[in-house]
């Protein structure tokens, strides 16, 4: 049991500080997916934010895909608020899709119909 | 299987002895205790000739860790004890994904200091107490002159004393729990973890990190200097973890995500 410990936090000194919160190892971190659709429900919550949206599938219904993206205190610094992604929204997420194949991902960037680009990373616009 | 009454009686019988052994203790245990006096006037004002610490920092990334104390090693030298002991530990065939932070548990001292969120640094008489955005976390650091215990009961960010050299803050802190904290080699319980804390300009903080450790270490290995920014007009959010999260990390150290139930927050 100590040694698993002691395992957990070499694993910790080696995983990048920018994710204050867990590694990125349900995601598929080399491969990219795009997904659109409109959007069902926006968690502006910790310790991610979650956009769930739900995009149309070959039977002509919809799936709900949940993205997970940056905190809202990260995100608050950078001109984001709780209302940015609304229900209803059109959107088109581009996203790094889950290893086990669930409608799942980590955000990357979106845009939306009007070409207008959504990053959660970048610039602080509150300095 | 004992009965129920057993069992009461069994309960009452324990808590009875750890009363006695409490009271038995607890004179011992109040005279190890600091009464700091009330401040007084005095000792407000004099903090106003420290160096100005005060706000909400920005943890720097993308800077690097910046300089060494210079002569230190780049890498930590470990006795032979601890040599074979995080030999060991990387010849074990399966990792874990993730680590516990992913079932929103915090990591210790010294990553709590660098986590992508702001700290905020308060200055009190006797007393500098940092909070960490990140997990909502708090840590108290005495400069009433205080000595470090001798025989801390070990925790995540263990027990800090400081003192002021010139126009730095030196923390010292000892006590450590084994649990994640960015330290990436094996350390005994007697690791010191020391802090220098300095204004490097009217707004940019370093925090110089050194591990003492006598038995995992054979001379004090520095972590480098970490930079924070000042945002006069930021406030510390709110940040619990627990609120919405679907991270996990199991027993086996596999990694995963809840997608379930959408719903289930609220916000």
């Known amino acids: 049991m100590k040694n698993g410990i002691i395992i957990a936090s070499l694993v910790a000194a080696g995983t990048s500080l920018a994710l204050a919160h867990h590694s990125a190892a349900a995601f598929d971190t080399s491969a990219q997916k795009v997904i659109s659709g409109t959007i069902k429900k926006f968690d502006y919550t910790n310790p991610h934010t979650w956009v769930w949206i739900d995009v149309p599938n070959d039977q002509g219904g919809v799936d709900t895909w949940g993205v997970e993206g940056m905190s809202p205190n990260y995100l608050a610094r950078r001109g984001w608020t709780r209302t940015t992604l609304k229900p209803g929204d059109k959107l088109t997420i581009t996203i790094r899709p889950m290893k086990d194949g669930d409608k799942g991902g980590m955000w990357v960037s979106a845009k939306r119909p009007d070409g207008e680009v959504l990053m959660m990373g970048g610039a602080i616009t509150d300095p | ?267």
Not at chain 2, 58 to 82: D, K, N
Not at chain 2, 93 to 110: F, V, W
């Open chain 2, 1 to 267: 299987m004992e009965s129920g009454s057993n069992t009461m009686e069994r309960t009452r019988q324990i808590f009875f002895g750890f009363l006695a052994t409490s009271l038995a203790l607890g004179p011992v245990a109040v005279a190890q205790k600091v009464t700091r006096p009330a401040p007084t006037a005095a000792d407000w004002s004099a903090l106003a000739k420290l160096p100005d610490f005060d706000g909400v920092w920005e943890t720097v990334f993308g800077g690097g860790r910046g300089a060494r104390a210079a002569g230190a090693p780049a890498a930590p030298s470990l006795t032979p004890e601890y040599a074979a002991k995080a030999k060991a530990l990387a010849s074990q065939a399966k990792k874990a994904e993730d680590n516990p932070t992913a079932n929103c548990l915090p990591p210790g001292l010294p990553a709590i200091m660098g986590q992508p969120y702001p700290i905020e640094i308060l200055l009190t008489p006797g007393k500098v107490t940092i909070v960490s955005e990140a997990y909502m976390q708090v840590r108290h650091i005495y400069t009433d002159g205080r000595k470090l215990p001798e025989d801390p009961d070990p925790s995540f960010y263990g027990t800090s004393v400081g003192r002021w050299e010139g126009d730095s803050l030196v923390v010292e802190t000892v006590g450590f729990q084994q649990v994640p904290r960015g330290i990436s080699f094996p350390y005994s319980d007697k690791m010191r973890i020391v802090e220098r804390f300095k204004l490097t300009d009217a707004d940019t903080l370093t925090i110089e990190t050194t591990i003492r450790d006598p038995e995992a270490l054979t001379m004090p290995y520095s972590m480098g200097a970490r930079t924070f920014k000042r945002h006069r007009n930021w406030t510390i959010a709110e940040y619990i973890c627990e609120e919405n999260n679907r991270n996990f990390v199991d027993e086996k150290g596999k990694a995963g995500i809840n997608l379930a139930n959408p719903n289930a927050s609220t916000k």
